[in-house]
């Protein structure tokens, strides 16, 4: 099967690559001098890029000859260049064709749409001592027939406009001070992501103390979530602080890393079968893993405790990971199976929430544009990889989803309530068949293509008459420098 979702996949991706230009057309017009930028890019060399640009570092550069392309990444702005400048940015081109992405139940039918992401970033270093991290970004939709989602645009606003000053340095151990508005990211992105997937990322605003050392590094930190308007410049903090927390994570010698975690969360109006009320949550949890060659493992538990209006929450989620990475075989391939189990609520308006909340999950941890969330879910989940050439990547996944209590609904990847559950008596979601692949070009230019099939279960098919199978196809091309 898997290799019959190879070829397929791989006639998809060359039919959406030969059409992608005739859904551009109207917007790449005027971004031809980028396009040549990110050519000539490719074929300098260039540090991997990071999911958080703000943690990219080109101090390195400062005693080299430099190229164009080293040119702006190092910009010293002082004779013994202890003042320098970096400057970096990113083009991102979607185009998507779901079909039933509502399983039925609102009609949506068949939807194709074009969704661009444009981010421009400059870093200035004052010293070792403090540095200023500013970076715009505007997220567009074109032809989605029901209109942009709340992921998919945001014209144009800050996504990042933070300072850091070093406290303490003394060795290799340092403490630093961030504030204003950052994204965040922390672990795989269970509970705090800054969703890549989606087209529109998210950020806070608030503070945060960052203390490093070789084998320790920890946050704590306390948040706003700022109110997103989709105009120019209308995103403005909420003013009340509704993330707090904190993140360690730990190198354990010869065995992996150990991550701890508290993070604390406030909502006026949280959603969930239960009713809708005021929300005082706390999680406590561990994150224990290994990725390289070998055996691969990601062991992750939490548990939720706090009050939901006049109720109190109990709740809890616990994961395990585990895979083998072949690297001395033939296309060094990846074999993993993953089991999450997401506690639901047993029983509405009995003083006790078990409704676990997932806070601000990572979009695709369950494969890419999934349909189910991760919140009263049982899901078995086995994937692989291939390296089909050095710079070509293939990945399959079958994702078979239960409820975990039939007095609880089902929810979206977000985390937000979707359909109410405690009127049927089924418990299976539906299966999800995915297949994607990913070539790189270069460091600069990446090709990823993918397709996902949901296979509806008998309590979707329960809930919805006019129960309809789940298809989502994209390609996505990314230029960065």
């Given at each position: 099967m898997a290799w019959a979702y190879t070829m397929h996949i791989i006639c998809l991706s060359i039919n959406n690559i030969i059409h992608l230009p005739l859904?551009?057309?109207?917007?790449?017009k005027k971004n031809y001098i980028i396009a040549v930028f990110f050519l000539v890019c490719a074929t300098v060399n260039a540090q991997s890029f990071k999911l958080m640009r703000y943690d990219e570092n080109y101090t390195?550069?400062?005693?080299?000859?430099?190229?164009?392309?080293?040119g702006i990444k190092f910009i010293p702005l002082q004779a013994d260049k202890s003042i320098y400048a970096s400057v970096g940015g990113e083009a991102r081109y979607e185009y998507v064709d779901f079909s039933n992405e509502d399983w039925g139940r609102l009609n949506i039918g068949h939807n194709n749409f074009l969704l661009q992401r444009y981010d421009l970033h400059t870093d200035i270093h004052?010293?070792?001592k403090i540095r200023v991290f500013a970076q715009l970004r505007s997220a567009l939709q074109d032809g989605r027939s029901t209109g942009p989602r709340p992921i998919d645009e945001d014209h144009l606003n800050m996504q990042n406009l933070f300072i850091d000053i070093l406290a303490w340095q003394k060795d290799n151990k340092s403490i630093t001070i961030r504030g204003g508005r950052q994204e965040i990211d922390y672990?795989?992105?269970r509970l705090i992501s800054v969703r890549e997937g989606p087209n529109a990322r998210l950020y806070f605003t608030g503070g945060k103390v960052m203390y490093n050392s070789a084998n320790v590094s920890a946050d704590a930190f306390v948040?706003?979530?700022?109110?997103?308007?989709?105009?120019?410049f209308d995103n403005k903090p909420s003013g009340n602080i509704n993330l707090w927390g904190s993140y360690a994570k730990i190198i354990v010698p010869h065995s992996g890393n150990l991550d701890l975690y508290y993070i604390g969360i406030k909502r006026s109006n949280a959603s969930f079968e239960e009713g809708i009320a005021?929300?005082?949550r706390h999680t406590a949890g561990f994150r224990f893993w290994k990725y390289g060659g070998g055996f691969i493992y990601n062991f992750e538990a939490a548990y939720q405790f706090g009050s939901f209006g006049n109720s109190n929450i109990s709740a809890w989620t616990g994961s395990a990971d585990l895979g083998y990475y072949f690297e001395n075989v033939k296309f060094k391939p990846t074999i993993n199976l993953r089991n999450d189990y997401i506690s639901g609520d047993k029983k509405a308006g009995d003083g006790s929430l078990q409704t676990f909340n997932p806070i601000y999950p990572k979009g695709g941890y369950f494969g890419f544009s999934p349909q189910v969330g991760p919140v009263n879910l049982i899901d078995i989940h086995p994937y692989g990889t291939l390296d089909l050439l050095e710079n070509l990547k293939f990945q399959a996944d079958v994702v078979f989803n239960w409820r975990y209590s039939?007095?609880?609904?089902?929810?979206?990847?977000s985390g937000g309530f979707n359909l109410a559950g405690s009127s049927s008596a089924k418990k299976y979601i539906g299966t999800a068949y995915l297949a994607s692949l990913i070539y790189s070009?270069?460091?600069?230019?990446?090709?990823?293509?993918?397709?996902q099939y949901f296979k509806t279960g008998e309590f979707v098919n329960d809930i919805i008459s006019n129960h309809k199978d789940g298809v989502f196809i994209n390609t996505r091309i990314v230029f960065k420098f």
């Open positions: 859904y551009l057309k109207f917007s790449m390195y550069l400062k005693d080299s000859v430099l190229n164009l392309y080293e004052f010293g070792n672990g795989s992105g948040m706003m979530a700022d109110t997103t308007y989709t105009g120019v005021k929300e005082l039939l007095n609880d609904g089902v929810y979206r990847p070009y270069s460091k600069f230019i990446s090709i990823n293509t993918g397709i």
